[in-house]
């Protein structure tokens, strides 16, 4: 049991790190474990400067969702949730800054408002990755609907095969899988 507390903990913790980023194809440095590094927090300068930038620009979406990512990083769920509605009141078609406010919604315990975000996210576009991934980890661990969390991980897999996270996501899926058996 513990075993699978601790996957499941990975999981959660590489959404809450990786968050949605998913539209840059870098791939995030890891450290000598494997596991994806923190990302350098935003300085509160920085983030002024953002603000600035967004309050002289409000029609520039892609200002708003800079805005949202830096607060996302520095753990402002709230905030970031505003900024980035403010991103996709301008650009609606954004899927990125779509996944990463329903991150942001998870981060404050909108659990249903996060599944909400992932699934318009998936319906403009059925193959992000990250929308199965962090869908799948609110329903699982969040909701306890194992069996809808499965086929979103199972869908990640299918999409991201060779992806950094794919072989923790394949774990996870393991785990739950044994602990639905265990629990019949």
Known sequence: MRRIVVGMTIVCAVLGVVGCKQGEQKQQPMNYSGAPMQPAMPSPMRINEL??????????????????????????????????????????????????????YRGVGQFEKAIEEYRKAIKQEP????????????????????????????????????SPEAESVRQTIQELKAAEKAGK
């Open 127 to 162: 193959n992000h990755p990250n929308a199965h991934r962090n869908l799948g980890v609110v329903l699982s661990f969040d909701m306890k609907n194992t069996k809808e969390g499965l086929k979103e991980f199972q869908k990640y897999v299918e999409i991201a095969p060779n």
């Open 51 to 104: 603000q600035d930038a967004a309050k002289m620009a409000p029609n520039n979406s892609q200002a708003w969702v800079s805005l949202g990512d830096s607060l996302m990083d520095s753990k402002r769920f709230g905030e970031a949730v505003e900024a980035y509605q403010k991103g996709l009141a301008i650009d609606p078609k954004n899927v990125n800054a779509r996944v990463d406010m329903g991150t942001c």
